[in-house]
T-cell receptor, first 112, second 114 residues
Framework: AQSVTQPDIHITVSEGASLELRCNYSYGATPYLFWYVQSPGQGLQLLLKYFSGDTLVQGIKGFEAEFKRSQSSFNLRKPSVHWSDAAEYFCAPNNAGNMLTFGGGTRLMVKP | DTGVSQDPRHKITKRGQNVTFRCDPISEHNRLYWYRQTLGQGPEFLTYFQNEAQLEKSRLLSDRFSAERPKGSFSTLEIQRTEQGDSAMYLC????????????FGAGTRLSVL
């Protein structure tokens, strides 16, 4: 069965510190991979995507993610977190353009 | 381009009533998706359309739920005889085949069933 796991439900970091959010997936073949961010009461905003090719992808707001086939992972990183990054982050694979399968999300809190 | 638009943003209804939500996708997008998100969870897929054809439905979509996209543009999601368990955020997304089907989401409709 296809699944995606975000092991960290909550993460708290200090403003200016680095961030890594973990995502592991289980699919028959390498899916397309996405990270979305959701602010309270809002819809989902696409941060970045991976289809193929270069395994380090850049996204908006200074985020990047690295695809590691051997680990079935697609972790999200940011070198220096800003208070406005506090939100919920979702990893979501899909099979060539069909439905997204969302992880449970990681809630990020930023300490001043 | 104004993005994906959903209406209403909030809906409060009494148990047993019918409700209908509308989604207007990004104009050139041929695919439209509905998801449901309950508090503290990630969104779950409900159904999707390619143009006016409904191609896939989740088992979450009970017979009280129906979705349409009559002219391949906007879509409606109707819930009949609402139950308290239907309380959730209903999210709509649209995508375009030629862009690898990257899904862009609307702000959602939050349903509260009393």
């Amino acid at each position: 069965a296809q699944s995606v796991t975000q092991p960290d439900i909550h993460i708290t970091v200090s403003e200016g510190a680095s961030l890594e959010l973990r995502c592991n997936y289980s699919y028959g073949a390498t899916p397309y991979l996405f990270w979305y961010v959701q602010s309270p009461g809002q819809g989902l905003q696409l941060l970045l995507k991976y289809f193929s090719g270069d395994t380090l992808v850049q996204g908006i707001k200074g985020f990047e993610a690295e695809f590691k086939r051997s680990q079935s992972s697609f972790n999200l990183r940011k070198p220096s977190v800003h208070w406005s990054d506090a939100a919920e982050y979702f990893c979501a694979p899909n099979n060539a353009g069909n439905m997204l399968t969302f992880g449970g999300g990681t809630r990020l809190m930023v300490k001043p | 381009d104004t993005g994906v638009s959903q209406d209403p943003r909030h809906k409060i209804t009494k148990r047993g009533q019918n409700v209908t939500f509308r989604c207007d996708p990004i104009s050139e997008h041929n695919r439209l998706y509905w998801y449901r998100q309950t508090l503290g969870q990630g969104p779950e897929f409900l159904t999707y359309f390619q143009n006016e054809a409904q191609l896939e439905k989740s088992r979450l979509l009970s017979d009280r739920f129906s979705a349409e996209r009559p002219k391949g543009s906007f879509s409606t999601l109707e819930i009949q005889r609402t139950e308290q368990g239907d309380s959730a955020m209903y999210l709509c997304a649209s995508s375009w085949d030629a862009e690898g089907n990257i899904q862009y989401f609307g702000a959602g409709t939050r349903l509260s069933v009393l």
